[in-house]
Structures are given as C-alpha cells and as structure tokens.
Nanobody, 124 residues
Framework: QGQLVESGGGLVQAGGSLRLSCAASGRTFRNYAMGWFRQGPGKEREFVAAISWSGGNTYYADSVKGRFTISRDNAANTVHLQVSSLKPEDTAVYYC?????????????????WGQGTQVTVSS
C-alpha cells in the first residue's frame, strides 16, 4: 500500500511561512498525482493543492492561490507545500495523499494512502 509521512508543521505568526514535506515509501508514488488537503477544527477535510505525476501541472484552492506552492521531487519520492502569507484561518492539520488514477480532482474520494498529517497553527 505504501506510506506517506508529513513533516514541517508548527506554530507561526500571521504572515509567516512554512515548508511542509511529504515523504513517500514502499510504493512508486512518482507515477501518481499527489495532493495536499487540510482539516481545521470542527471542519471537513478540504482540498488545498495538487500536482501531476510529472510536476508539470498544478492546481490550487482559491483560498490559497498565490500564497501556497506545491512541488515534487520524484527522484527523492517527496512532495512539498510551501505555505506563505499565512492567516489564522489556515490553521489546520495538513495531509498529503496519492491520486493513483491521476484525476487531479479536488475530492478526497480520488486519493488514497493518506499520511498522518502535520499540524499548522497560525497565531494572529
């Protein structure tokens, strides 16, 4: 099935930045599109960003467009999410997941092999 492990979360002031990472193992994730989702307190899990298997196409939720950047390093089997200009409403647990059918749809149903998540807390 493979494993995804997120890291890089933390506590940051509004306006700050973090670089989230997702390390993949046990599966050839380099052939899959990858995505980042987040789940805030009392909220449903929501789409944040996705990247095609080659890295040539990226998609973002409107709420993060221009502030977040998704990238991948297939040689290292990792996916990154650079989060900048953070706002308190960005506070959430951030998850990466694999999209084995390369749909790039902003739906949790298209993704499997979820990681355990990394907490991002933005203080005002």
């Amino acid at each position: 099935q493979g494993q995804l492990v997120e890291s890089g979360g933390g506590l940051v002031q509004a306006g700050g930045s973090l670089r989230l990472s997702c390390a993949a193992s046990g599966r050839t994730f380099r052939n899959y599109a990858m995505g980042w989702f987040r789940q805030g307190p009392g909220k449903e899990r929501e789409f944040v960003a996705a990247i095609s298997w080659s890295g040539g196409n990226t998609y973002y939720a409107d709420s993060v467009k221009g502030r977040f950047t998704i990238s991948r390093d297939n040689a290292a089997n990792t996916v990154h999410l650079q989060v900048s200009s953070l706002k308190p409403e960005d506070t959430a647990v951030y998850y990466c997941a694999a999209d084995p059918r390369n749909t790039l749809l902003p739906s949790t149903a298209s993704y499997d092999s979820w990681g355990q998540g990394t907490q991002v807390t933005v203080s005002s």
